[in-house]
């Protein structure tokens, strides 16, 4: 087996999950994942952990909801049950079409996500992990070869996290006390926010794998102006690009898109959280040094900021704070390597990518 596999698993037991002898751990992958799925049991089984294994099939889950009635969704008690009883999760990502389910329509994938949520809620207080083992699907989606992904793919995972931890402090101290953020890129964005009481977070991979962002929840209400998403994204099998969200008071007011507005609008529709912004994300990995059509590791690239509508993450909102709660969350990606700066309270902390604490910080505007 490729030593890189190997390691990556390490990485997703012991950095990651915390994998302690009895722990019950749920597994799903993709078949193409196996590699990633045996070295995982190798190193569970070295620590006494006791797994189960579902395989992910995007054809047989195309076929299920383009069969099923809409109004049929019900939350999957055999699966809630399951995960009640778990301990850790891994995702695994790496199937072969990343637009198997692009043929179902956005109403009945809004369906099931209301019906999972549930799930994901439970999902959400065990320890999680998601990954992505890299395969020729994958390397094709990112226009490379398949060896070039590879290694795209271990340089982003595989690397000194105690080391990216440190470098991620920086902005959290900076983040964490803030009252306001202010994010503005070239004549189509300018987006304020406020963030006072909530909490930032370092993510140096104890939920993603690769992981390297800051992030917080902003407060609700507070989101105004306009943003433009200059990266696409994958959601539901389709490409949605060129998007643009407009927000006063804290609600998407109006909304467009290049390719595929009817999905976005169909996610924004999903439910009365969808159309605030749950998550403020500043992407901090240099080793993810170009866009890949893969969220995963696409919102942690060096140089850019990505949003969230849908829900807020539970970790970033004290108890005495409003939570943003709803069935969807769904990142977008801005680039921030040019023309472009983040403010808070006021004070520029980064520019054209380059953070304050970092050597080359322009000063200027």
Not at 77 to 105: K, Y
Not at 303 to 310: P, Q
Request: proline share 4%.
């Amino acid at each position: 087996m490729d030593e890189r596999v190997r390691q990556h698993a390490e990485i997703l037991v012991d950095h990651c999950a915390d994998v302690q002898r009895g722990d019950m751990v749920q597994i799903t992958a993709s078949k193409q994942a196996e590699d990633l799925v045996v070295a995982l049991y190798e190193a569970l089984g070295e620590r006494g952990a006791r797994p189960s294994l579902t395989w992910s099939l995007p054809k047989a889950s195309r076929a299920y909801a383009r069969a099923m009635d809409e109004d049929d969704y019900t939350t999957k008690a055999h699966d809630l049950a399951a995960i009640e009883e778990t301990d850790v999760v891994f995702l695994v990502g790496g199937g072969p079409n990343a637009f198997e389910t692009s043929d179902v329509p956005p109403a009945k994938s809004q369906a099931g996500s209301r019906a999972h949520q549930p799930i994901l809620e439970e999902r959400l207080g065990t320890r999680w992990v998601i990954t992505t083992h890299p395969t020729a699907a994958g390397a094709q989606q990112a226009e490379m070869s398949t060896g070039a992904y590879e290694q795209f793919v271990y340089d982003a995972v595989n690397k000194d996290w105690a080391e990216q931890s440190e470098f991620q402090a920086q902005m959290v101290e900076l983040l964490d006390p803030a009252e306001s953020v202010r994010i503005v890129s070239g004549e189509s964005t300018d987006l304020t926010m406020r963030v006072d009481g909530m909490q930032a977070l370092n993510d140096d991979g104890d939920r993603n794998m690769p992981a390297g962002e800051v992030f917080t929840s902003p407060v609700p209400d507070s989101v105004e102006g306009e943003v433009y998403f200059d990266k696409p994204l994958m959601r539901q099998g389709n490409e949605i690009d060129g998007v643009s969200l407009t927000f006063e008071d804290g609600e998407v007011v109006d909304f467009a898109a290049d390719q595929n507005e009817d999905v976005l609008e169909s996610i924004l529709d999903t439910d009365d959280g969808a159309r605030r912004l749950g998550e403020l994300g500043i992407g901090m990995n240099r080793d993810i040094d170009r866009f890949t059509y893969n969220m995963l590791f696409d919102e942690k690239m060096g140089d850019t900021v990505h949003l969230a509508v849908g829900a807020a993450i539970d970790e970033c909102v004290p108890e005495d704070r409003e939570f943003n709660d709803s069935a969807v969350h769904m990142d977008m990606i801005v680039d921030m390597s040019e023309d472009s700066f983040i403010e808070v309270d006021g004070e520029v902390v980064q520019r054209n990518g380059t953070f304050r604490f970092e050597d080359g910080f322009d000063t200027e505007q």
